[in-house]
T-cell receptor
Framework: KQEVTQIPAALSVPEGENLVLNCSFT??????LQWFRQDPGKGLTSLLL?????REQTSGRLNASLDKSSGRSTLYIAASQPGDSATYLC?????????????FGKGTKLSVKP | GAGVSQSPRYKVAKRGQDVALRCDPISGHVSLFWYQQALGQGPEFLTY????????KSGLPSDRFFAERPEGSVSTLKIQRTQQEDSAVYLC??????????????FGSGTRLTVV
């Protein structure tokens, strides 16, 4: 059974720091991996999607990498800002799974202090 | 509409009561998904529709959970005889193109269900 683990569970950093969030998964037979952001009381916002054949994706200050063979992904946030404070979730979609069946980690709660 | 709309935002139900949660996806979105998110956990898949067809309901935890999307747009998740373990945020998401591997999901803000 696929399990997705995110470390750390919570992270607090001062504004301006670069930081890395980690995601690991136990079954490397994934179709793709997505990083989401969740603000309190809000739904999820998709940040980056990496197909299984890709190594990384970039969007603005965000860079996500994927090492399928080792079952790891990282989300790198450059020059963090207080507005980045949220919970970050990674999710994988398995080969053979329906397209909506994403398996999520529990998330990393990020707090960026001014 | 501009986004995925869910109602109600909050629902308190007495144990044993039936509840119905509504999801209005983005107009024209073919795919619709329901997820359950317990406190401190990541969302867990419940069920998936493509238009009006329910293609995957493998995540529904029991036969007390039922979802429908009769006209291929609005969807309702119904929970019968609610129990305390049903307390969670129920998230709905929609997606425009199930054939495009780069499709993204748009999530609603969720319905927070509390069973007392």
């Amino acid at each position: 059974k696929q399990e997705v683990t995110q470390i750390p569970a919570a992270l607090s950093v001062p504004e301006g720091e670069n930081l890395v969030l980690n995601c690991s998964f136990t079954d490397s037979a994934i179709y793709n991996l997505q990083w989401f952001r969740q603000d309190p009381g809000k739904g999820l916002t998709s940040l980056l999607l990496i197909q299984s054949s890709q190594r990384e994706q970039t969007s603005g200050r965000l860079n996500a990498s994927l090492d399928k063979s080792s079952g790891r992904s990282t989300l790198y946030i450059a020059a963090s800002q207080p507005g980045d404070s949220a919970t970050y979730l990674c999710a994988v979609r398995l080969y053979g799974g329906s397209q909506g069946n994403l398996i999520f980690g529990k998330g990393t709660k990020l707090s960026v202090k001014p | 509409g501009a986004g995925v709309s869910q109602s109600p935002r909050y629902k308190v139900a007495k144990r044993g009561q039936d509840v119905a949660l509504r999801c209005d996806p983005i107009s024209g979105h073919v795919s619709l998904f329901w997820y359950q998110q317990a406190l401190g956990q990541g969302p867990e898949f419940l069920t998936y529709f493509q238009n009006e067809a329910q293609l995957d309901k493998s995540g529904l935890p029991s036969d007390r959970f039922f979802a429908e999307r009769p006209e291929g747009s609005v969807s309702t998740l119904k929970i019968q005889r609610t129990q305390q373990e049903d307390s969670a945020v129920y998230l709905c998401a929609s997606s425009s193109n199930f054939r495009d591997r780069t499709y993204g999901y748009t999530f609603g803000s969720g319905t927070r269900l509390t069973v007392v």
